[in-house]
């Protein structure tokens, strides 16, 4: 199984030279670290930063260089500054071609649920809202179980939803799955040393599987 920085190396490959990506609170943030080398890809963060880049070193944080979860970032040359008008204004106007968002849950309509959980405190959804309503590709970074072993691709989510029918793509510890628009998990790739049985009985949600499943490429 991956661990959360093999997750977001297996999400890096979905990148296109030139695209604007933003990337959500969690495992999404580590994608800045794994872009290929060559690749003009250029990160949005919605607290108002055009141009982030991989977390900083130890020792080198700048304070006043966060990302919209509050981690240290650094940028990259030709990065802009700007307020939260003009940056969701990026998002809402569809500028942004890929997000990138943790959950806890997403259902086979592509529905996701992402920012609250009944009875803990929480300040808010943020920007996922605009995010999920305005972007064109959506590709959910997630745990495939929870703690209890439970599934978190469900036949419907049972959290408050962030959004409805916008998850096109999800990768997990153990699989990379398509959703599909008739409704269902297609599965598309198994992580290195994962059988398809076992990610079959790991997701509630309705799977398709078809034909040998492929094992990831990570490097």
Known sequence: MLDKNGIAKRIAKELKDGYYVNLGIGIPTLVANYIPKGMNVVLQSENGLLGMGPFPFEGEEDPDLINAGKQTITTVPGSAFFDSAMSFGMIRSGKVNLT?????????????????????????MGGAMDLVASAKNII???????????????????LPLTGIRCVKKIVTELAVLDVMESGGFRLLERAPGVSVDHIVKSTAGRLLVEGEIPEMQID
Do not use: F, R, Y
């Open 100 to 124: 990138i968002l943790g959950a806890m849950e997403v259902d086979e309509n592509g529905d996701i649920a992402n920012w609250k959980i009944p009875g803990k405190m929480v300040k808010g």
């Open 140 to 158: 959910v970074a997630m745990q495939h179980v929870n703690k209890a072993g439970e599934s978190k691709l469900l036949p419907k989510c049972t």
